[in-house]
Protein backbone atom coordinates (compact mmCIF):
# COMPACT_ATOMS: atom_id res chain seq x y z
CA UNK A 1 0.00 0.00 0.00
CA UNK A 2 1.34 3.20 -0.95
CA UNK A 3 1.25 6.46 1.49
CA UNK A 4 -1.31 8.36 -0.29
CA UNK A 5 -3.83 4.99 0.16
CA UNK A 6 -2.32 4.59 3.95
CA UNK A 7 -3.17 8.27 4.42
CA UNK A 8 -6.58 8.32 2.59
CA UNK A 9 -7.39 5.19 4.91
CA UNK A 10 -6.35 6.73 7.99
CA UNK A 11 -8.59 9.79 7.38
CA UNK A 12 -11.39 7.62 6.76
CA UNK A 13 -11.04 5.56 9.51
CA UNK A 14 -10.83 8.52 11.53
CA UNK A 15 -13.51 10.55 10.49
CA UNK A 16 -15.67 7.22 10.79
CA UNK A 17 -15.12 7.20 14.56
CA UNK A 18 -15.63 10.09 15.35
CA UNK A 19 -18.64 10.60 13.49
CA UNK A 20 -20.11 7.54 15.01
CA UNK A 21 -18.84 8.66 18.93
CA UNK A 22 -22.17 10.87 19.22
CA UNK A 23 -24.65 7.93 18.28
CA UNK A 24 -23.19 5.98 21.42
CA UNK A 25 -22.48 9.17 23.76
CA UNK A 26 -24.01 8.74 26.67
CA UNK A 27 -26.55 11.15 27.49
CA UNK A 28 -26.68 10.72 31.76
CA UNK A 29 -30.12 12.48 32.12
CA UNK A 30 -31.55 10.05 29.13
CA UNK A 31 -30.13 7.15 30.42
CA UNK A 32 -30.84 7.95 34.24
CA UNK A 33 -34.47 8.56 32.93
CA UNK A 34 -34.34 5.13 31.61
CA UNK A 35 -33.17 3.56 34.23
CA UNK A 36 -35.86 4.87 36.52
CA UNK A 37 -38.61 4.21 34.10
CA UNK A 38 -37.02 0.69 33.79
CA UNK A 39 -37.34 0.50 37.76
CA UNK A 40 -33.76 -0.53 37.59
CA UNK A 41 -33.01 1.22 40.97
CA UNK A 42 -35.57 -1.42 42.86
CA UNK A 43 -32.64 -3.83 42.65
CA UNK A 44 -29.43 -1.72 41.82
CA UNK A 45 -27.53 0.91 43.34
CA UNK A 46 -24.72 3.22 41.75
CA UNK A 47 -22.45 2.08 44.68
CA UNK A 48 -24.05 -0.60 47.04
CA UNK A 49 -25.50 -3.91 46.82
CA UNK A 50 -29.03 -3.97 46.93
CA UNK A 51 -31.42 -7.17 46.10
CA UNK A 52 -28.92 -7.01 42.59
CA UNK A 53 -25.09 -5.83 42.26
CA UNK A 54 -24.16 -2.65 42.20
CA UNK A 55 -23.55 -0.76 38.84
CA UNK A 56 -19.79 -0.37 40.07
CA UNK A 57 -19.45 -4.34 40.61
CA UNK A 58 -20.94 -5.09 37.36
CA UNK A 59 -18.55 -2.37 35.53
CA UNK A 60 -15.68 -3.74 37.82
CA UNK A 61 -16.81 -7.55 36.76
CA UNK A 62 -16.57 -6.88 32.94
CA UNK A 63 -14.13 -4.58 33.11
CA UNK A 64 -11.61 -6.58 31.06
CA UNK A 65 -14.59 -9.01 29.70
CA UNK A 66 -14.46 -10.03 25.90
CA UNK A 67 -17.80 -8.84 24.64
CA UNK A 68 -19.10 -7.49 27.54
CA UNK A 69 -21.10 -4.97 26.07
CA UNK A 70 -22.83 -7.74 23.93
CA UNK A 71 -23.53 -10.03 27.41
CA UNK A 72 -25.05 -7.06 29.44
CA UNK A 73 -27.08 -6.43 26.19
CA UNK A 74 -28.59 -9.76 26.19
CA UNK A 75 -29.25 -9.36 30.11
CA UNK A 76 -30.92 -6.28 29.53
CA UNK A 77 -32.96 -7.26 26.57
CA UNK A 78 -34.02 -11.24 27.03
CA UNK A 79 -35.34 -11.57 30.38
CA UNK A 80 -32.81 -13.66 31.77
CA UNK A 81 -32.95 -16.21 35.08
CA UNK A 82 -31.29 -14.45 37.87
CA UNK A 83 -30.36 -16.25 41.31
CA UNK A 84 -32.02 -13.45 44.20
CA UNK A 85 -30.44 -14.92 46.93
CA UNK A 86 -31.25 -18.32 46.27
CA UNK A 87 -34.16 -18.12 44.89
CA UNK A 88 -34.33 -18.09 40.78
CA UNK A 89 -36.01 -15.01 39.42
CA UNK A 90 -36.65 -13.70 36.07
CA UNK A 91 -34.28 -10.19 35.60
CA UNK A 92 -36.67 -7.76 34.31
CA UNK A 93 -35.89 -5.95 30.98
CA UNK A 94 -35.30 -1.99 29.70
CA UNK A 95 -38.21 -0.06 28.53
CA UNK A 96 -36.94 0.83 25.12
CA UNK A 97 -36.78 -0.93 22.25
CA UNK A 98 -34.33 1.83 21.02
CA UNK A 99 -30.63 0.42 19.99
CA UNK A 100 -29.19 3.64 21.05
CA UNK A 101 -30.90 4.28 24.61
CA UNK A 102 -29.79 0.60 25.56
CA UNK A 103 -26.42 0.62 23.76
CA UNK A 104 -26.36 4.45 25.95
CA UNK A 105 -27.28 2.31 29.54
CA UNK A 106 -24.55 -0.44 28.94
CA UNK A 107 -21.92 2.51 28.44
CA UNK A 108 -23.06 4.20 31.48
CA UNK A 109 -22.95 0.63 33.28
CA UNK A 110 -19.85 -0.12 32.48
CA UNK A 111 -18.15 3.22 33.26
CA UNK A 112 -19.29 3.70 37.03
Given at each position: MNTKNLITLTLFALIVTV???PAYAVDDSSTQALLKKSKCSA???LDKK????SYREI???YKDVTGAEQKLYLHLTTLPKVDVD?????HVSLQSSNEAEIRAVIKWILTR
Open positions: GAYCHAKVGPAKKGVEEQ
